[in-house]
């Protein structure tokens, strides 16, 4: 069986689930093998590895590697493709995913597909275009197919591998150095999951009101444990922090369940959430467009139906 | 300073878009052309760097003939000159294509800064410009959300997962920014009239030095093998508060095992 590499995204020296979800599918299509690259490699992430999968860990640990964007991953692999020959290269869907497949494709001359949500062990992935109105499946036809995979596509599933460590050492081009991030500034996240990752998103825009409005969608998204989004009428406002988007522009989710609360549905923000599987919406004006997309809808007041919603979900928890 | 500012037509982002059954590519003359929403924000930067710091703005694209159109529009927002690559062999090209075709037209111009929009809302692959910068070792600062350019030091602030990263290069540079970075200017009237007579250099693959081997559908790295139109969703339930909206959503959310 061929090897699959799979780009490990880390937060904080963990891997992200992501990375369990890409190992999993990697395992469909052959040998997993993961791959970290910048410091910080932990037992923690040696641990989550091993646990979905992957059989060998090559290591690029140079520090030098994280104070470059993106061209020092498309390097290790492209040394790791050609020392491997790997039948695959799989990253997630995320602006550095993309990015690092899309020079890893121009080093090797290979194809790139990009938001894939799910690949046949014939390397068969499957795409879904326009906003979620076409379904389509594409080969890469030459040289190393490379895909990236939209989080949240693939039920991780847990099966323990070896995570042998492998270091490698690539000399970063003088190329690669030109850029370099001099400061790394995070906005506070609070305990809530990651919004690209949730499996649950509660969502609020221009309906909200006002900042203190997302008092109540907080509420909401902490009772199930769930993600914070927002509209861009409500980032742009100011209302809440603009990482937090959701849309064309923003980050696209495809949870399980996404609450939109007092969002139209413009096609910009449906373009970041049409794929997720439930989607249930509150919106005072039955016309709003979103409620196209909604599984259950209520036409309402936000304040009322969130708030009852909110206290009947930690009534029903105990 | 001179800057290029790549922007790209595509379909009218509320048209239908669909694929053509002939060789599976985007049908482009189904719906009205349009300028690429992100590449507006590209061509405000460029032209507010231009007029803060001195310079010229070229704007760039690949496309059919009726491209022009974009290109006209960001020539009457501002910008001073154009260049449009377009050859029927173009067809179909793919990122990889896409983005060798633009490095080759944009090479050996003397460019300081390269601005791209972050994704194109037909292709949504957000690829293309670090696969230019790949081609032309230009350093990569791509997802800004904010741009300055002080001397020949370029610094941005990349939209990350957690916030944002401070990225610096030296120039040249290549730059893609994100919507919060500006607000684009309306093409004025007085832009419009200046925009007919302001020069447009058209260039085919010959001319722009380009192979046609590694260009259009038969070239692509990749091939669709089929595709489909999803069933539309079936209609879901909506019901009007009646004062019981909260509990009926958390009767549905206990019903399908969320609580
Ligand atoms: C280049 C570009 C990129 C963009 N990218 C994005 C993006 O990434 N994400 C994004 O979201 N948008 C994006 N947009 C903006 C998008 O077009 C819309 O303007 C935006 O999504 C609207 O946000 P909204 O639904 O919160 O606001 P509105 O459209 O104003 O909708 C508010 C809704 O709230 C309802 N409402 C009001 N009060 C209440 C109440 N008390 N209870 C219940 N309902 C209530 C109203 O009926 C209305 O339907 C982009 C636009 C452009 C041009
Ligand atoms: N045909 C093209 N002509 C000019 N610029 C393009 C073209 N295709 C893509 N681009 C640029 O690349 C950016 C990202 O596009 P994409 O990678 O297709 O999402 C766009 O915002 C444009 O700035």
Redesign the interface.
Known sequence: MGEVLVLVEQ?DGGVKKVTTELLTLARSLGEASAVWVGPGYSDAAAATLAEFGAGTVYVAGDAAYADH???PK?EVLAQLVAEKAPIAVLVAS??DG??????L???T???????AVAVSPDL?ATQ???G????????????TPIISVRPNSIAPVAAPGAAARVDVAVDLSD?AK??????????A?GGRP?L?EAS?VVSGGRGVGGPEGFGVIEALADS?KAAVGAS?AATDAGWYP??FQVG??GKTVSP??YIANGISGA??HR?GMQTSK?????NKD?EAPI?E?????????LF??????????GK??H | MKIAVCVKQVPDTWAEKTLQASDSTLDRDAADGVMNELDEYAVEEALQLAEAQGGEVTVVTMGPERAAETVRKALSMGADNGIHLVDASLHGSDALATSYALAETLKGRGFDLVIFGSESTDARMSVVPAMVAERLGLPQLTFAQKVEVVGDRVTIQRVSEAGYDTVEASLPALVSVVEKVNEPRYPSFKGIMAAKKKPVETLSIADAGLDAAKLGLSAAWSSVEDFAARPPKAAGTVVTDAGDGGAKIADYLSEHKFI
Do not use: M, Y
């Open positions: 937060s964007p993106v061209a498309a995320t602006a993309k990015e690092s497949a899309g020079r494709a121009v080093k001359n290979s194809g790139v597909i990009t938001d068969i879904s275009v326009f979620g109105s076409t379904v389509v499946h594409s080969k890469v036809t030459a040289g190329a030109k850029a370099t991030v001099t400061g790394r500034t995070v906005a996240k990651d690209a649950i199930l861009r603009h990482q064309q522009t399980q369940l096609i910009q373009a439930t989607i249930i919406v509150v039955p409620f997309l909604a599984d259950f809808g209520v036409v309402g007041d009322t139906v969130v708030f009852q919603l909110t206290e009947e979900i029903r928890a």
